[in-house]
């Protein structure tokens, strides 16, 4: 399986090459996730933002192959898993490494556990498929699992069901699930956005302290730019299925680039400053059938549009050191040589 | 930093609320009974609102703020009188409306209205647009669709619709534009009080900013009153004058939001507001991890139901419950640390 380990500590875990994924409406093809390219590197928090619609969890899903059958599909581009290309393996060959190398949490931590398992089975169902353990010894693991995630009485709960647990017990046993085999990479869905505050502060600290205790990579999607701020390294900003800006944490929020990103930041309401108006962003993000077909997807809706915005498409290109950004106004104002003077 | 088209115009109304109170609650409960047995007898109640007494005045928007279940919605359905209050009474406007029925409920209703949180689920996917936002004006008079549909055109126009939208269904409109069909129903009657419950939380955030300054552009314009619920601690304080937080049914601290925000005394308050993640990285801030969830209504901790989650809880706590002191002008708390 492995015939081409990482080859440096710096090598890409995750490498996503012009990613299309399309869904079928109608009989008729239309890309939700446009020309996608991405790394995650080893034990980085990536984060994913964007509005509804935006393509996030459509890309997420294009990495775990779990793709809604018959109705969408991975088109074309390369997803390249440490050093594996996952965009080739068949369902047997990807079952393998779902799981027990990349893990997925969700946002509905009560629909993505079975009501009718106890917690303990739906524990030891991943330990069984992944590792050659006896009964005895999946059950002390998952003990020790749901006691890793912060849950008191592990000896109890392992014998409990979903329906018996608060919404924030059942986001910690999804996290026990997924990192139960010690995957490398953890993508989580919008693992807070159903959670109270005070019990998102609870989830987050623990996604942030199994982070580091097990090395892992986190592709962190979310709407929430508290959240994004709080936990990643690095951050993806998309828009109809594109990437928009990909730059390091403090640049995203101290120096955002495109007018997306500034008209986002300038939306929420923020604890420390009183403003008399939020910034708002007129219209809505159009629909996958009604997308513009040529120049930058988020022209109409943006104040700095110029003529060529409708006709020209962007190219998501590095602006600044490590500051990726997908708009004409970088790309003809600024020379990409004299940034570093 | 960023740019910034905010207008700077009316920052100078921030004192516009008079002092005359439009609404009054006094220690109003609010119980659900959970019947069982063959008998459907009521074997426990839960107790959603227990105890809560807050005002507001004319031009003022207090906050209401609290995790799920803690009572938030149910004091303001209750508020309203879509729910029977158990216990306390409501005075609105001078009147008190707590045991008010039948048609003289019907006209105080006018007064006030409410805007949902689920656009989607709020409006009847039956009916044009028009009828929707007349139908609130034609409970009230016999008035024709057609000699309404003047003032529904304003309205829409008010909320920032197009004109077209009159003929069409729901369906046709993005969330955000559905709630603000659903806010031009509820000015329908010009009432003086809106209560909106968790109107933006099913928005994305560039919608929810339009949204948000849409309700305050139209309290300007109309003079309204609101009670706005919401569980995002940074929306309620961008639309608040006062805050009130609530916990398991109870009111814990009510005060002047940049009061409660610099300041918060109760210990639930403190941990509430440390939690929400701050949008920039380079704040790094003090946080308090509350322990476990929040304990069930039905049997709630004796004494301040808060105790068996709180960093300085004292026995006194597990016995006597605490009641809301003014600990400093206009900053009432119900906590054992205030004497």
Redesign the interface.
């Known amino acids: 399986m492995s015939a081409n380990p990482r080859q440096h500590k710096d090598a890409p875990l995750l490498e996503v090459k012009n990613l299309e994924t399309a869904f079928s409406i109608d009989g008729t093809y239309y890309n939700a996730v446009d020309n996608v390219s991405f790394r995650v590197k080893p034990r980085q928090i990536v984060g994913i933002v964007g ?2 619609g935006c393509g996030k969890s459509v890309m997420s899903l294009s990495v775990m192959k779990l793709l809604p059958k018959g109705i969408g599909q991975i088109r074309n581009g390369e997803i390249i898993f440490d050093g594996i290309h996952l965009e080739k393996m068949t369902d047997s060959e990807i079952n393998k490494i779902r799981g027990k190398d990349i893990a997925m949490i969700f946002q509905e931590p009560m629909t993505s556990l079975n009501p009718v398992f106890s917690i303990g089975f739906q524990l030891q169902e991943v330990l069984f498929n992944h590792m050659k353990i006896s009964k005895k010894e999946a059950r002390l693991k998952s003990i020790a699992l749901l006691k890793s995630v912060g849950i008191s009485r592990p000896e109890k709960i392992v014998d409990e069901y979903p329906h018996q647990l ?1 919404g ?2 059942r986001q910690r046993v999804m996290i026990a699930i997924a990192i139960a085999c010690q995957p490398k990479l953890l993508i989580a869905d919008e693992p807070t956005t159903a959670l ?7 989830i ?2 623990l996604l942030k302290e199994i982070q580091e205790v097990n090395d892992m990579s986190v592709i962190l999607i979310t ?8 936990m990643c390294d690095e951050v993806i900003v998309m828009y109809a299925g594109k990437i928009a800006e990909r730059t390091d ?2 640049s995203l ?2 120096n ?1 680039k495109h ?1 997306y990103t ?11 400053e009183e ?7 007129k219209g ?1 993000v159009p629909s996958l059938k009604n997308m513009p077909k040529t120049g930058c997807k988020f022209a109409a809706r943006c ?1 700095k549009a110029m003529p060529e915005c409708l006709t020209v498409t962007p190219r998501l290109a590095e602006n600044e050191a490590g500051h990726e950004v997908a708009c004409l106004l970088y790309e003809t104002s600024q020379p990409k040589q004299e940034v570093n003077a | ?11 100078l109304k921030k004192d516009k609320s008079s002092n005359e109170v439009l609404l009054e609650v006094k220690n109003l409960k609010t119980y659900y009974p959970i019947k069982g047995g063959i008998l459907r007898k009521t074997v426990a109640v839960v107790k959603a609102v227990d105890d809560i007494s807050f005002e507001i005045k004319k031009g003022e928007t207090l906050g209401l703020v609290g ?2 279940g803690c009572g938030k919605s149910t004091a303001g359905r209750t508020i309203l009188r879509l729910l029977e209050p158990t216990d306390g009474q409501i005075i609105f406007d001078g009147q008190d409306i707590t045991n008010v029925r039948g048609t003289s409920l019907r006209k105080i209703r006018q007064d006030f209205q409410m805007v949902f949180q689920d656009p989607y689920a709020s409006l009847n996917p039956t009916m044009m647009v028009g009828h929707l936002v007349s139908e609130p004006i034609r409970n009230y008079n016999s008035k024709s669709e057609k000699e309404l549909k003047p003032e529904v055109m304003d309205l829409l126009a008010k909320v920032g619709l197009p004109e077209d939208a009159y003929y069409k269904y729901p369906h046709e409109f ?1 969330g ?1 534009q559905r709630q603000r069909i659903g806010i031009a129903r509820a000015l329908a009657l010009r009432p003086k009080l809106i209560i909106a419950d968790e109107p933006v939380s099913a928005l ?7 949204v ?2 849409l309700l ?1 552009e139209l309290q300007d314009e109309f003079d309204l009153t609101f009670l706005f619920i919401a ?5 309620v ?2 639309m608040s004058d006062r805050i009130g937080v609530m916990y398991l049914g109870g009111l814990v601290e009510v005060a002047e939001k940049d009061s409660l ?1 610099a300041e918060p005394l109760h210990p639930y308050t403190q ?12 704040k790094k801030k003090e ?1 308090i ?2 322990e476990g ?2 304990p069930s209504p039905i049997d709630p901790p004796k004494g301040c139901t808060f105790h068996p989650r709180c960093a300085h809880a004292m026995p006194e706590c597990q016995s006597v419950k605490p009641h809301l002191k003014e600990v400093k002008p206009g900053h009432r708390v119900a906590c054992h640390l205030y004497k």
């Open positions: 509005e509804s608060s924030g017990m109270d505050v005070t019990v998102q502060a609870q987050l600290e709407h929430d730019l508290g959240v994004v701020a709080e944490v403090d929020f101290h955002p007018p500034q008209l986002l930041m300038g939306a929420i309401p923020k604890m420390d403003v008399e108006k939020l910034s708002t962003i809505i104040p | 930093m960023m740019s910034t088209e905010h207008n700077n115009t009316a920052v995790e799920s993005s955000g994305d955030v560039s919608v929810q900013s339009q948000l300054n305050k569980h995002d601690l940074s929306v304080k961008h925000y941990a509430l507001i440390s939690a929400i993640p701050e949008p920039d990285p380079r946080r991890i509350l969830d929040v």
